[in-house]
């Protein structure tokens, strides 16, 4: 079977699928190696598209965008099962206002689906502070804050008053946890974990940024602060046998899916 690509503009829009990215500059920033849209379906078939912002190094794609299409939900396919598939790939060109295709193809069974990825800096209510009371008596391995909601997800804290795994004994650990996220989603976030003191000076901050999905919803550190100088009266971490953190999400992205209807509120 012979192949071959080729490149033209057209003004119709892709028929199947379109993942629109705003704010391209902060998912390069993201340092994610790749991200993958949501399940759509046509052709009787379920696709995802995968998109290497800087390139898939490993196919020798580095300097370049690397776009892939990906079949989903193959478990039930029978043995050496195969699907041909003529496609076109798309980018559209927002100077001219057309649709530079890079590879052709037929297209039949017109979905529209919509996909809009934004990388949102400073996102509504995007810092939660949380009093943990009775520092000294806490006996339990692990506390959880309150549930609280920047963007379309609910986040909670999880600190080992004692450390976690191998800071155990020795430094306070914290992690930042996103709840309820679907399968074959991620959610990137930027942020800041910090123990407030009385001192503004004396404050301990950690910065760190994370894909975080279903596979990998918590994200934090280990070693956040030693034992030895959170317990330290003048340093001013612990008042009132009360410690104080407070996580800021500054740069979260958000995923918002249209159907033919309201495509254009894209």
Known sequence: METGISRRKRDLP????????????????????????????????KWSLSLYPNGNK????????????VIEETDTYPHGWEVLVDLKLFVFDQILDKYLTIQEVCV??????????????????GTFTWKLENFSTLNKTSYVSPTFSVGERNWFLTVYPKGNGTANGVSLSIFLECEDIPANRAIYADY????????????????DKHWFSASSKNWGFVSFISLKE?????????????????????????????RSENIEEA
Request: hydrophobic content about 35%.
């Open 14 to 45: 892709p028929a199947h699928y379109k993942l629109k990215i705003k704010s391209y500059s902060l998912l390069l920033q993201s340092e994610a190696e790749k991200y993958d849209s949501g399940v759509f379906e046509t052709g009787g078939h």
């Open 192 to 207: 800041i974990l910090r123990i407030l003191g009385t001192l503004k000076r004396k404050k301990e901050h950690s910065s």
């Open 108 to 125: 039949i069974n017109h979905t529209h689906t919509w996909e809009s990825l934004s990388m949102v800096k400073k996102p509504l209510n």
């Open 58 to 69: 490993k196919s020798n794609g580095n300097g370049y965008i690397s776009l892939y299409l």
């Open 230 to 258: 959170l317990n330290n009266a003048s340093n001013g971490f612990i008042v009132n046998d009360t410690i104080t953190i407070e996580v800021e999400i500054l740069v979260l992205s958000e995923i918002k899916v249209f």
